[in-house]
C-alpha cells in the first residue's frame, strides 16, 4: 500500500492531468471556427508526434514488440486520430459544455471496450449503472436539441468510443511497456500522415487567424494529446488506480467552468444537473466489480479524455 506522501503526491500529480484534459474541449472549439477540424486535428497529432519523438530519443526506450503492434493500431486509431477529429467535428457545432456532459460517459464507455478488448466481465450492477449513465446522456442531448439526435452529439460519441477503444488497447501494452511510452508511439506512427495533412490543410491566411486559435492549437497538441498522460499517469502510479481515478468524476465540472470562463458559454441548470446525474452513474459503476479473463494481460490503467 502506497505511504500518505505517496499518495498525496499522486492526488496532486493526477489533479494536474485532470485539469489539463478538461481543457481539451474548450481549446478545440476556439480553435477550430478559424482554422477548421482538418487541420486542427492534424496539427495537434503533428505537434505531439514531434515531441514523442524527443521524448523516446532522450530517454533511449525500447520499441514495441511485434505482439503489441495490433494494440498499437488501436490506440492510433482510438486516441490519437479518432478522439481528436470526431470532438473536433462536433465543437463545429455544439458548445464545449454540451461535449463535457456528453463525454462524461465516456469512462462507462472504456469499462465496456475493456470487456470486448483486454477480456474484463463487468458485473450486472455495473451493466445497470452504465444504463442509467447512458440514459441521462441521451435525455440531456435529446433535451437540448429538441427531441432529434444532431450530428454534433454522434461525433461526440464516437470520439469517446474511440478514445475508450485506445484506452482499453493501450493498457494492454502498459502491462509490457510504460504507459508514457504508448501514446508516444502511437504519436510516433502517426507523424508522417499528421505532417503531410497539416501542409494540405494549413490556413490559406495563417496571418489572418488569431492568436487564440493558434494557442489553442499549441495547448490541445501539448498537453491533452501528450504532457497530460504524464502527470496523469504519475499520479495513478503513486496513489494508485482506484483513488486517484476518482479525481475524473471532477473532469466533466471543469470543462464546464473551463466553457464559461474562456468561451463565455453559459451553463443551465439543467447541464448541470445532467453532469450531476452522470457522474453519480459513473460513480456508482466504479463500485461495481469487475472481473478479468484468465488472458488477460492487464487491467485498464486510465479512464481520462
Known sequence: MPADGAILKGYGLGLVGMLLFSLSLPATRLAVP?????????????????????????????????????????VVGGV???????SALAMRTVEASHGGVVLAIMPLMTVATGAIVA???????????????SSVVLAFVLWQSGGRIVPADL???????????????????????????????????????????????????????????WA??????????FLAFFFWYGGLALGGIGKVG???????????????????????????????????FVWLARQAPVGRARNTRAHLKHRGG
Open 119 to 133: 477480456g474484463e466481465r463487468p458485473s450486472r450492477r455495473f451493466w445497470l449503472a452504465a444504463l442509467g449513465g
Open 80 to 86: 490519437v486520430i479518432g478522439f481528436p477529429l470526431f
Open 246 to 280: 476518482q479525481l475524473q468524476l471532477l473532469q466533466v465540472y471543469c470543462t464546464l467552468g473551463f466553457s464559461a470562463l474562456l468561451l463565455g458559454e453559459r451553463t443551465d441548470l439543467v447541464t448541470w444537473l445532467a453532469a450531476l446525474l452522470t457522474v453519480l
Open 34 to 74: 478559424e482554422l477548421g477540424p482538418a487541420f486542427v486535428t492534424a496539427a495537434r497529432v503533428g505537434l505531439a508526434g514531434l515531441m514523442a519523438v524527443a521524448y523516446l530519443a532522450l530517454a533511449r526506450q525500447r520499441r514495441p514488440r511485434r505482439r503489441h503492434w495490433p494494440d498499437l493500431a488501436l
Open 216 to 225: 489553442a492549437v499549441l495547448y490541445v497538441a501539448a498537453f491533452p494529446q
Open 155 to 213: 461525433f461526440l460519441l464516437a470520439a469517446g468510443l474511440g478514445a475508450a477503444f485506445g484506452y482499453a488497447g493501450g493498457a494492454r501494452i502498459a502491462a509490457d511497456l510504460p504507459a508514457l511510452d504508448v501514446i508516444a508511439w502511437a504519436l510516433v506512427v502517426s507523424l508522417p500522415p499528421a505532417a503531410l495533412l497539416s501542409v494540405v490543410y494549413w490556413p490559406p491566411a495563417p496571418l489572418e487567424v488569431s492568436a487564440e486559435a
